[in-house]
């Protein structure tokens, strides 16, 4: 069966600190690969989507980035954080076809 | 542009009662609806999938209808309880790279 992998679960750091978010995927292959955020009182908001191995689409302009050195591994980064990336990040992935968004459980990452 | 509202944004009812989540889209375009449920703090549950060619799915208590043409789905849970105590995101996949567009959810609270 498939899973997904995202860690860490939560994350404090100081601002101007680098960022590295993981997620992973087991049990399929050319997974389509997304980046979500979901800020305090907002809603869900697309941040990156992946189709392939380093196709990487960015939906809005921000402080971060996302690669994807291998087929199920997606990361988001960032060189120097801002407050206002705090938030609650979510992985997920689908496959072509329509069957569906699985999601990680996300990072909840907060920049003091 | 995909545009998604769920409407209330809150919700309290008894334990017992069945109830009736809304969600409606701009966009009828679409390939797919999925309706999901977050746990505070927690990432995202997949509830149900009704494919653009379908007119409902049932899993167990709940009960997913999906009226593409007028752009809207409800969500039924019969007989709730407490631990049905939780937001409820409604999201649609439209466009070629099988983007999926939330709405800001329903947080429902079911009283014992």
């Not at chain 1, 101007?16 to 997304?34: H, R």
């Amino acid at each position: 069966s498939q899973t997904i992998h995202q860690w860490p679960a939560t994350l404090v750091q100081p601002v101007g600190s680098p960022l590295s978010l993981e997620c992973t995927v087991e049990g399929t292959s050319n997974p389509n690969l997304y980046w979500y955020r979901q800020a305090a009182g907002r809603g869900l908001q697309l941040l990156f989507y992946s189709v392939g191995i380093g196709q990487i689409s960015s939906e809005v302009p921000q402080n971060l980035s996302a690669s994807r050195p291998q087929d199920r591994q997606f990361i988001l980064s960032s060189k120097k954080l801002l407050l206002s990336d705090s938030g609650f990040y979510l992985c997920a992935w689908s496959i072509h076809g329509g069957y569906g968004y699985t999601f990680g459980s996300g990072t909840r990452l907060t920049v003091v | 542009k995909q545009e998604v509202t769920q409407i209330p944004a809150a919700l309290s009812v008894p334990e017992g009662e069945n109830l009736v989540l809304n969600c409606s889209f701009t966009d009828s375009a679409i390939y797919n609806l999925q309706w999901f449920r977050q746990d505070p703090g927690k990432g995202l549950t997949s509830l149900l999938l009704i494919q653009s060619s379908q007119r409902e799915q049932t899993s167990g208590r709940l009960n997913a209808s999906l009226d593409k043409s007028s752009g809207r789905s409800t969500l039924y849970i019969a007989a709730s309880q407490p631990g049905d105590s939780a937001t409820y995101l409604c999201a649609v996949v439209t466009g070629a790279n099988s983007k999926l567009t939330f709405g800001k959810g329903i947080t429902l609270s079911v009283r014992p």
